[in-house]
């Protein structure tokens, strides 16, 4: 699975949006890009997926670059429930359900 | 519906001992993995289930097994205990293998 950076720590407001970066420069062409967050003491919470097209469900929006190297997990309207560890994760859905999961990025949302 | 569910929550064991969690993936899933979880070395994948056959498997040693059953459910086992065993244990489920997945409360393993 190709490897992902994210920056470790970022802070937002509440009420702001959140961009979350994540760069995969070696991503291969069926390698999706999957985000998951834990907040603290929780098992990870599935957020959202993609390949190569910009998604969009209920809690956030996965936007992919054209040359899917990197991507930007947004959550809309921040609030306190969001302060979290977000991770970014690279996998090829053919080789099963195994997650490498990196350091993420830990969100702190601020009133 | 509900969501994954493992036992225990909490688990203190002395080294050298052996332990068994348990995982309830979510009604349907067939596909169950498993995780630790350590300060140090973050989450780890373990192993994972399908069809009661295990289809991935982490880079642990043979201490820790696990199996899968007919309804899904599944177990993992640690024999001989160490130290360093320590962690949240975390149980995943999916409906097949390769979908996304949805993560247990974890079971905390505290070894003394």
């Known amino acids: 699975d190709a490897k992902t950076t994210q920056p470790p720590s970022m802070d937002c407001a509440e009420g702001r949006a959140a961009n979350l970066p994540c760069n995969h420069s070696?991503?291969?062409?069926?390698?999706?890009v999957y985000w998951y967050r834990q907040i603290h003491s929780q098992g990870p919470q599935y957020i959202i997926h993609g390949l190569k097209n910009n998604e969009t469900n209920e809690m956030a929006s996965l936007i992919i670059t054209e040359d899917r190297k990197s991507s930007t997990l947004i959550l809309p309207h921040a609030t306190l429930r969001d302060t979290a560890v977000y991770y970014c994760?690279?996998?090829?859905?053919?080789?099963?359900?195994?997650?490498?999961f990196g350091g993420g990025t830990r969100v702190l949302v601020k009133p | 519906k509900a969501g994954v569910t493992q036992t225990p929550r909490y688990l203190i064991k002395t080294r050298g001992q052996q332990v068994t969690l348990s995982c309830s993936p979510i009604s349907g899933h067939r596909s169950v993995s498993w995780y630790q979880q350590t300060p140090g070395q973050g989450l780890q994948f373990l192993f994972e289930?399908?069809?009661?056959?295990?289809?991935n498997k982490g880079n642990f040693p043979g201490r820790f097994s696990g199996r899968q059953f007919s309804n899904s459910r599944s177990e993992m086992n640690v024999s001989t205990l160490e130290l360093g065993d320590s962690a949240l244990y975390l149980c995943a489920s999916s409906l097949e293998l390769a979908d996304e997945q949805y993560f247990g409360p974890g079971t905390r393993l505290t070894v003394t």
């Open positions: 289930y399908f069809s009661e056959t295990q289809r």
């Open positions: 070696t991503i291969s062409g069926n390698e999706y």
């Open positions: 994760i690279v996998r090829v859905a053919a080789a099963g359900n195994k997650l490498t």
